[in-house]
C-alpha cells in the first residue's frame, strides 16, 4: 500500500501543533525531528545510543513528518491551506518557515524510518521513556515508561507532553483515580499508573489511537489498572456501566495534553467528573491563549494552582474548589 508522506519545516515550539493539525486532517501518525530535544530534555547520556550520521542528518529546525493512507490523500492538500492560514495569524507562536513538500512511500518505510530519531530521555527527576526496542539499564529511583507510539500521537519529547509528565510527577498520589483525555500512544495514563494511580481511564476518539494505547499499556504490564477507551473527550463515558463510577464526581485527577479550545470545551465535564479537591493537569497552550484557559478555569469553579512553560507552550494544573 502506497502512503503519502507530508513533511512541514517548523520550529520546536510549533511542532506539536503542525502534528495535531495533520492528525485533524487525516493523518495516520506524525513523528518530530528536532535536535534541540538532545539539550533540552536533561540526562545526556540516555542519547548516547544516537550515532553522528543519525544526528548530523537531523535538520537544523524542527521536522515534522506526518503521514496519511490512500484514502486521506486529500488531507495533504487541507492541511497547506491551515499552515498558510497558521503563517498569516500564529498568534505570537514562532512557527518558522513553515515550508512543506510530499511523497510516496511504503508502509514498512514509514514504520521504522522514525525509530532511529526516538532513543531513552528523562524528564523530571524520576521519569524515564524507553522506546520498546531499545535497551536501558535503570538507576533504583527510575520509573520506566515503555513506549511504541505506532502510528498515534506522544512520545514525551515536546514541550506540551514533557509538560504533563513533570507535572503528573508532582500531582499523582498512591492510589489515585484518573482520567487521561485525547491519550494518544497512552504515555500519560503509563505514567499516571506506574506513578501511583490504582485506576485510569485512558480516552481518545481515534480508535486507531486506543488500539496503539492498549498495546503500551500491556507493555508496561498495566492492563489491571488501566482502560483505554474511545470517545469523544468525555462525551457518553457517563453513560457506559464500567466507567460511570469515575467520570461522576469520583476521580482524583484529570490530564489533557489537547489544545486549547478544546481544553475549554472539556472543562466542564472534567469538574463533574472531579472529586472536591480533585485536579486537571492541562497543556497544549500557546502563550497567547494562557489568558482565555486561565479564565475558563476560574469560570468553571476550578482554582489554579501552578503553571509552567517551555519555549511558546504553557501548563497549568488546577483544583475543583
Request: net charge negative; glycine share 8%; hydrophobic share 45%.
Amino acid at each position: 500500500m502506497k502512503f503519502i508522506e507530508a513533511a512541514v519545516r517548523t520550529t520546536s515550539e510549533a511542532a506539536d501543533l503542525v502534528a495535531e493539525f495533520a492528525r485533524e486532517e487525516g493523518a495516520l501518525g506524525a513523528y518530530i525531528i528536532d535536535r534541540n530535544d538532545l539539550n533540552q530534555r536533561g540526562d545526556a547520556a540516555l542519547w548516547d545510543a544516537i550515532d553522528d550520521e543519525t544526528l548530523n542528518a537531523m535538520p537544523e529546525d524542527a521536522l515534522v513528518r506526518a503521514v496519511f493512507p490512500p484514502e486521506r490523500a486529500g488531507g495533504v492538500a487541507t492541511l497547506r491551506e491551515r499552515l498558510d492560514a497558521l503563517l498569516k495569524e500564529s498568534f505570537g507562536l514562532d512557527v518558522g518557515t513553515l515550508e512543506s513538500s510530499s511523497r510516496e512511500l511504503d508502509d514498512a518505510d514509514w514504520a521504522d524510518a522514525w525509530k532511529k530519531h526516538f532513543k531513552p530521555f528523562r524528564v523530571g527527576k524520576r521519569l524515564v521513556v524507553k522506546p520498546s526496542w531499545e535497551t536501558y539499564v535503570s538507576e533504583p529511583c527510575d520509573v520506566v515508561l515503555e513506549l511504541d507510539p505506532g502510528m498515534a500521537f506522544g512520545t514525551g519529547t515536546h514541550e506540551t507532553t514533557a509538560l504533563c509528565l513533570e507535572l503528573l510527577e508532582e500531582i499523582v498520589r498512591e492510589g489515585d483515580t484518573a482520567l487521561d483525555v485525547g491519550t494518544g500512544s497512552g504515555i500519560l495514563a503509563i505514567a499516571a499508573a506506574k506513578l501511583g494511580a490504582k485506576r485510569v481511564i485512558a480516552v481518545d476518539q481515534d480508535p486507531d489511537a486506543v488500539k496503539v494505547a492498549r498495546g503500551n499499556i500491556e507493555r508496561n504490564a498495566l492492563s489491571e489498572n488501566i482502560r483505554a477507551v474511545a470517545a469523544d473527550l468525555l462525551d457518553g463515558l457517563e453513560r457506559s456501566a464500567d466507567t460511570r463510577a469515575y467520570v461522576i464526581g469520583r476521580s482524583d485527577l484529570v490530564v489533557a495534553n489537547i489544545l486549547a479550545d478544546v481544553i475549554i470545551r472539556l472543562m466542564p465535564s472534567a469538574f463533574t467528573a472531579l472529586r472536591a479537591g480533585g485536579r486537571m493537569i492541562a497543556s497544549g497552550i500557546i502563550k497567547d491563549r494562557a489568558q482565555d484557559t486561565r479564565d475558563a478555569f476560574s469560570q468553571t469553579g476550578f482554582v489554579i494552582e501552578s503553571e509552567r512553560t517551555s519555549g511558546e507552550w504553557v501548563a497549568m494544573s488546577a483544583r475543583k474548589g
